[in-house]
């Protein structure tokens, strides 16, 4: 639509007393504007110029509002730009006011440009999110940096910031012939009826790390560092980041935002629809209930999607619908409805530049917004509000449903709980009244058991409906004698009760996520969003993920161990939820451990720096053996890791305590498999086995490559090569896994004697056998035609085909050597099924029974699911029977020896 510059002067002239004024007042502006040249009038409104810095902002706002104003109405500018020009004058205006402010009491000190002066303006609210209105005020919090602000001698830091502050407010809050700037309300500072108007960055960083409260939480959801010194702002904002984005969710202070919004619309007296005197920003289904509706699911969910933390209330709409949060047309008409009632609002201020949001009582001035914003009368206005904010009201009383707290009674009487199908109705009614009557500590207080009264009916019925609800009940029992609250995680699964059903499938079914619920139930929290059920990105990926807000290196410690157990967790209740093949669960936890390996060994490595210095063209060398090095994890797996580091092992570090490239490395490695394995606050990580290193665990635990090298060409036993083809690097300098290949092929490329090859072998599996026999029926690992033998096949073809033509089975991945072995003619097609069949049920079967002694019955189906694309229970015994015969048979064929399977 193109603009209407006529209509809009027109309509400005005769229904705004405040733009028809500044026609008159400013005609060059009148004229570029008649002209329809609103890009080129609003360069002139920001280039209004005057020696007094008070004169000087009052005329560019003056001009600037006249200009906006204008153009809105004509169509030229719309909202979004409207309102990014008003929020970056207010930016601008509020830096110039404070640099003079400073530079008045302080004249010899450099305040222009970008010269650092001590001082920050964090905007918040409409300011902040770049969303200001005509008449807006601005609610920024002023910190001072007492080390650097500028003040004389025998000025305090404090005093001196006090002053600035208030020049600022008087530069720019005051009316004179020119009108004002901007209106500045310092009251979000921290405890603002007690502090001084501008607060120390220590001071408030102390407030918000302990003693803020859950509205200023959402306050800062669309803070931004504005004036002053801009980078020391940031800086700040990033200290506090964790304050603002939590990444376990608080149910307690979403209830309290909750109460707040409740607050509004009890405090508010005027008319409940629009009509003469209704509250365009207060009123039921106004402007602040689409932001409080934005800003509620980012204070839950943002912590844990970091692409929800935008300012504005467009953007944060639109996130939430990409991260599947709400609906995509929720979001549309959300923010259609948000745009039209601040277009409104916009209109209201014009006439009289009057920071108003109310509709006008009388009606002859109703109906002059009406025609300001070019409709016919007052009451084609109110209709379309009425419909406008009856969508937005309706949406928002939802929300408030979903976070008010509305309590269900108890459930846990005898006859509710037969009529469940316990089988112990009455023992159960007697356990459950145990967890409340004071003994269980997580359920003491009276605002746990309120929040476990609200979801004790959902959770009886997901416990009773779970594959083996007495084993669930016990685990729930355990879980919560473990947790030292459990408040959080009751809010949770009554905003999420589609949980419910997860969590019990987890504790009937899983002892290892159960476990793992004991000891952080906040693990919950990782399927509140669709990602929850997304495979692990790539390492890169993870990597970026666990370098995030975390400044030094115990902090990392601690994120990793929270970002591993979390996307451990989301991949175990995948695996159990049948959500992806269990060979791309594997992956997935391959992956995770390999971004783990190599962020801790780079972090140990720079820790172990500042005091041992570094060795100039030396590298520690992290190799992944056994299923890490195949890229094919279990929840029950551990690390299997050599260590090796590159350059000259005579030479010598050079830090503060130097070591011997020997020494260094060696206790390099200690400190790399302790970032790895030692538990902290955040739990452990990872067991680590080093003992496949050369000499086993007699020998150094890292060895310089050349050693390494010498030591397989020399002395290695062939079960030691065996186990060198699935090696791979995962930490290192970028040419180490071209050093690895090189060097695996030329040891492969070695001649050897095939029947001495055979003999060793066969040697070493049977010697596996007797010292490791198969613990059940179930252990698909170490039966008879299980996966070792598999893996011992093809590893001994790997070595008696020297790594094939051009080392193309030289694969450290076990399924893709299968591939190019059998395309080679070597083995059948029928091993990689059999390969994979085996792997998905030790997968499977290591998070649901890791003894595999014992399986219990309503673990079957896990399996079943995870196994076969259809079929029962004794369909997948005879797909493992059909697998581990193929497997024998190749054995037979290529090792010449028959396998006794077991039953």
């Known amino acids: 639509m193109s603009a209407d510059w006529e209509a809009a002067l027109g309509r400005a002239r005769a229904h705004s007393p405040f733009l028809s004024d500044l026609l008159e007042r400013e005609e060059d502006l009148a004229a570029l504007l008649a002209s329809g040249e609103g890009e080129a009038a609003l360069q002139a409104a920001l280039s209004r110029e005057d020696a007094d810095v008070g004169v000087r902002l009052r005329r560019q706002r003056r001009a600037l509002a006249l200009v906006l104003g204008v153009g809105d109405l004509a169509g030229f500018f719309p909202l979004s730009r409207v309102m990014t020009e008003l929020s970056g004058f207010a930016d601008r205006a509020l830096d110039t006011a404070m640099r003079e402010a400073i530079g008045h009491r302080v004249p010899d000190h450099d305040v222009c440009g970008d010269a650092p002066i001590g001082m920050v303006a964090l905007a918040l609210g409409k300011q902040g999110a770049g969303e200001l209105n005509y008449s807006s005020d601005i609610d920024p919090i002023l910190l001072y940096d007492p080390r650097i602000i500028p003040r004389r001698d025998r000025d305090e830091p404090g005093e001196a910031s006090q002053m600035a502050a208030r020049r600022l407010v008087q530069t720019m809050g005051a009316t004179t012939a020119d009108g004002y700037v901007l209106r500045v309300d310092l009251r979000l500072r921290p405890a603002s009826e007690v502090s001084p108007l501008a607060i120390s960055y220590d001071a408030a960083l102390t407030h918000y790390e302990s003693s803020a409260l859950a509205w200023e939480r959402a306050a800062f959801i669309r803070s931004r560092s504005a004036s002053g010194d801009v980078a020391a702002g940031d800086r700040f904002l990033q200290a506090i980041r964790p304050f603002v984005w939590r990444k376990s969710l608080d149910f307690g202070a979403i209830d309290e935002i909750s109460r707040l919004v409740r607050r509004i619309r009890e405090s508010y007296d005027g008319p409940p629809r629009p ?137 846990s009487a005898p006859a509710n709980l037969a009529q469940l199908g316990f089988d112990d109705p009455d023992a159960l009614a007697i356990r459950i009244a145990g967890w409340k009557d004071g003994r269980v500590k997580s359920l003491r207080s009276d605002a746990a058991l309120a929040a476990f009264a609200e979801i004790e009916p959902a959770l009886l019925a997901a416990l009773a409906g779970a594959p083996m609800p007495e084993r669930a009940i016990t685990r729930w029992e355990q879980m919560l004698a473990r947790l030292p609250s459990a408040f959080n995680l009751f809010k949770l699964l009554a905003a999420r009760p589609g949980l419910l059903d997860t969590l019990a499938r987890v504790l009937a079914l899983s002892p290892t996520l159960a476990d793992a619920l004991a000891r952080r139930s906040d693990l919950l929290d990782t399927l509140i969003d669709r990602t929850a059920f997304a495979l692990p990105p790539s390492v890169e990926a993870l990597e970026q993920d666990y370098h995030a807000d975390a400044p030094d290196y115990e902090m990392l410690l601690d994120r990793v161990r929270r970002e591993v157990s979390e996307r451990r967790f989301a991949l175990g209740v995948q695996l159990i939820d049948h959500a992806h093949n269990p060979l791309e669960i594997a992956a997935g936890l391959s992956r995770t451990a390999e971004a783990a390996i190599d962020v801790l060994a780079d972090a140990a490595a720079g820790n172990f720096a500042e005091e041992h210095g570094r060795i100039a063209g030396s590298r520690l060398v992290v190799l992944g053996f056994g299923r890490l090095g195949g890229g094919v994890l279990t929840h029950a797996s551990d690390l299997d890791l050599v260590y090796l580091f590159t350059g000259d092992y005579t030479a010598e570090s050079d830090g503060r305590r130097p070591l011997g490239a020997t020494q260094y490395f060696n206790r390099l490695a200690q400190r790399v498999s302790a970032a790895l394995s030692v538990p902290t606050a955040e739990g452990a990580l990872y067991e680590v086995d080093t003992r496949l290193r050369p000499s086993g665990s007699q020998g150094l635990l890292a060895v310089s490559t050349d050693s390494f090298a010498r030591y397989q060409r020399e002395q290695a036993w062939t079960w030691e090569h065996m186990a060198l083809m699935r090696a791979r690097v995962l930490h290192g300098p970028d040419e180490a896994p071209a050093m690895l290949a090189g060097f695996v092929r030329d040891l492969v490329a070695m001649k050897r004697d095939p029947e001495a090859l055979r003999g060793a072998v066969l040697e070493m599996r049977a010697e596996m056998a007797r010292h490791k026999p198969a613990a059940g029926p179930l252990d698909v690992k170490l039966l008879r035609g299980g996966l070792v033998d598999l893996e011992f096949l093809t590893h001994y073809l790997q070595l008696r085909e020297r790594g094939g033509p051009d080392g193309a089975f030289l694969e450290p991945h076990l399924r893709k050597a299968l591939t190019a072995l059998a395309g080679a003619g070597l083995v059948s097609d029928e091993l990689i099924g059999a390969h994979d069949l085996l792997t998905r049920l030790l997968v499977s079967l290591r998070l649901v029974a890791p003894d595999t002694k014992e399986l219990p019955k309503g673990a079957r189906g896990v399996l079943v699911a995870n196994c076969l694309e259809e079929g029962d229970w004794d369909a997948l015994l005879a797909a493992l029977d059909k697998a581990r015969h193929a497997v024998a048979e190749a054995w037979a064929t290529i090792l010449g020896e028959t396998l006794e399977l077991e039953p």
């Open 275 to 411: 009509g003469p005197g209704y509250d365009l920003k207060r009123g039921r289904g106004g402007i602040r209930e689409v932001e409080f509706y934005a800003q509620t699911h980012q204070l839950i969910h943002g912590g844990r999607i970091p692409e929800l933390r935008v300012r504005g209330t467009r953007q944060a709409l639109d996130a939430l619908a990409e991260a599947g949060l709400i609906g995509a047309a929720d979001a549309q008409e959300l923010g259609e409805c948000y745009d039209r009632l601040r277009v409104i609002e916009h209109r209201l201020q014009m006439v009289r530049d009057r920071q108003t949001h109310a509709l006008p009582a009388a009606q002859e001035e109703l109906d002059n917004v009406a025609r300001l914003d070019g409709l016919a009368d007052g009451a084609a206005l109110v209709a379309e509000l009425d419909e406008v904010t009856s969508r937005v009201g309706d949406r928002f009383d939802h929300l408030l449903e979903m976070h008010g707290g509305n309590a269900q009674p108890a459930a």
